[in-house]
């Protein structure tokens, strides 16, 4: 399957699955990646295939300013083994780019297909059940959060 594909693919599918007492999630596709949010477009779940590496990688990425990617990467170290009780030891929490934080993993992508879709998909939904309330609970209060409606 052609990336641009896939990563549709997936959108729907944890679009699909998310659970609504979150309140309605945000999602933007590109040709490359996907990424959910739901109050901070800034704070999300993201999915992107590397086929040149060979893998895919999801996680909960931190993209706001300095300070509060700082804070949130502090704040969910100390959730760090519940989290990894809950999702798995392969789960990891780091400084990323720019300033940025990740909690993500990487998953082997010898080929992009329906299989590694569903088992994606699965997980991403899993991250969202695991984080988001964590983050919500987290997050500091001057940092923007408006739920809304989806997008596309």
């Given amino acids: 399957m052609e990336t641009s594909a896939f990563v549709r693919a997936v959108a729907r599918d944890v679009s699909d699955t998310l659970p609504t007492t979150l309140g309605a999630a945000h999602v933007e596709v590109r040709g490359w990646m996907v990424k959910w949010w739901f109050g901070n477009k800034d704070l999300h779940y993201e999915c992107q295939p590397r086929t040149k590496l060979g893998v895919v990688e999801i996680g909960l990425h931190f993209e706001a300013d300095g300070l ?29 780019d720019k300033g940025w934080a990740r909690l993500w993993e990487p998953f082997e992508a010898k080929a992009l297909d329906a299989a590694l879709q569903q088992r994606l998909g699965k997980r991403i939904v899993a991250y969202v059940r695991t984080l988001e309330p964590i983050l919500r609970d987290e997050l500091p209060d001057e940092v923007a959060w408006r739920l809304t409606g989806t997008t596309r």
């Fill in 68 to 96: 509060t990617n700082a804070r949130l990467l502090g704040a969910f170290r100390t959730h760090e083994r519940a989290l990894r009780g809950k999702l798995g030891g392969v789960v990891r929490l780091e400084e990323w």
